[in-house]
């Protein structure tokens, strides 16, 4: 993990029940068009019985961040997401993070994919929506559910060249940060990345050789190539945390892509290696926390750490927290960044 010379230094949250993301039984039904060239219209219709109060950060609703609202497809294959994966908070919300959908309402957003995919080959695509949403109840700003969205896909004949040019200037984005990472930013971020060693190293020799119930609770098997998929993980970040000279990640201060929406902690740009602290990394979250599984900036870096490409290149599933660690399936767990992060707050604190 290194400091970038010459620029600053520089990702919902899941229910106590028990949401398998894979299933599409949901009163969020969204509907894809294409408007103009990459940009692409969702229409999020909510058609259920009773107003559903969102959390709109990373979702469709959060129109400028640049992340994975959709999967986007070519003769078949997958195209490879060049956007960033957020951490969020998960108490302590505002109101200015949520937006309510009233039961039979329509809402509407629109974003552009050539930002965050590459479409520069041009011809036929498949844009697919995906990913879940959080919610609170009324009158409240603690998430107390997830749901995901319906599926939804809307074909589309892209201009590469002109596509080209949106991720070009998407992209140009970080030349425009002049400052450097100074005073407490430093010295806070430095001591993060100790702490992210030296939790990844205890949480891979847990993984590894300690309990397997504790391995089990977070990753739903114990089984051996589990430890090991793990534990690897696990180790690759205490090597990334290991510098903050070397290392296969740059890590900024300055919100050079506008992804520090309300509760974004951090970030991560897997394509280009990149790693962002928001503002509220610093002024929300202890360095450390003795809290099981509460968050701290330790356990962000650990976990926007996993989402780089050379470490896990783990997903968000639009999920945060231990209620959504456990709600999750198997497989997913094993690729999902938080439940690397507070499985390393668990074997810290001793949960």
């Known amino acids: 993990m290194k400091f970038t010379a010459g620029v600053s230094l520089f990702a919902a949250v899941a229910s106590a029940i028990s949401v398998d993301l894979t299933k599409r039984d949901t009163p969020l039904d969204v509907k894809l068009e294409m408007v103009g060239n990459t940009a692409v219209k969702a229409s999020i219709t909510n058609t259920g019985a009773s107003d559903l109060k969102i959390f709109k950060t990373g979702t469709f609703l959060d129109?400028?961040?640049?992340?994975?609202?959709?999967?986007?497809?070519?003769?078949?294959?997958?195209?490879?997401?060049?956007?960033?994966k957020l951490r969020v908070m998960t108490t302590g919300?505002?109101?200015?993070?949520?937006q309510t959908i009233a039961a039979g309402e329509t809402v509407e957003a629109t974003f552009d994919v050539g930002q965050v995919y590459d479409l520069s080959a041009g011809g036929n695509y498949d844009v697919v929506s995906l990913g879940a949403m959080s919610f609170a109840e009324a009158n409240t700003t603690e998430?107390?559910?997830?749901?995901?969205?319906?599926?939804?896909?809307v074909s589309a004949q892209i201009d590469g060249a002109a596509a080209k040019e949106v991720r070009r200037r998407f992209h140009a984005k970080r030349i425009d940060?002049?400052?450097?990472?100074?005073?407490?930013?430093?010295?806070?971020?430095n001591t993060a990345i100790s702490n992210c060693r030296a939790l990844a190293s205890a949480a891979a020799t847990a993984a590894s050789s300690g309990s397997a119930t504790k391995?089990?609770?977070?990753?739903?098997?114990?089984?051996s190539s589990v430890r090991s998929t793990v534990a690897s993980v696990f180790q690759r970040v205490?090597?990334?945390?290991g510098s903050t000279s070397s290392g296969v990640s740059d890590l900024y201060c300055s919100d050079v892509?506008?992804?520090?929406?309300?509760?974004?902690?951090?970030?991560?740009?897997p394509s280009q290696s990149y790693m962002?602290?928001?503002?509220?990394?610093?002024?929300?979250?202890?360095?450390?926390?003795?809290?099981?599984?509460?968050?701290?900036?330790?356990?962000?870096?650990?976990?926007?750490?996993?989402?780089l490409t050379q470490i896990k290149g783990t997903d968000d599933y639009g999920t945060y927290g231990y209620s959504g660690v456990r709600g999750l399936s198997a497989s997913q767990n094993l690729n999902h960044a938080d439940t690397y992060a507070l499985f390393a707050n668990a074997i810290y604190v001793g949960c």
Do not use: R
């Open 93 to 98: 919300l505002g109101e200015e993070a949520f």
């Open 238 to 241: 205490a090597s990334e945390c």
């Open 143 to 153: 998430i107390s559910g997830v749901v995901p969205v319906s599926g939804s896909t």
């Open 257 to 269: 892509y506008g992804a520090c929406s309300s509760g974004v902690l951090a970030y991560t740009l």
């Open 276 to 307: 962002v602290n928001c503002n509220l990394y610093y002024t929300a979250l202890s360095p450390i926390t003795s809290t099981c599984h509460g968050q701290d900036q330790a356990t962000t870096t650990l976990h926007e750490s996993t989402h």
């Open 215 to 223: 391995v089990t609770e977070y990753f739903k098997s114990s089984t």
């Open 63 to 84: 129109e400028n961040a640049p992340t994975e609202k959709v999967a986007v497809y070519q003769g078949g294959n997958k195209v490879q997401f060049d956007g960033v």
């Open 177 to 189: 940060v002049q400052s450097d990472c100074t005073g407490t930013k430093l010295s806070q971020t």
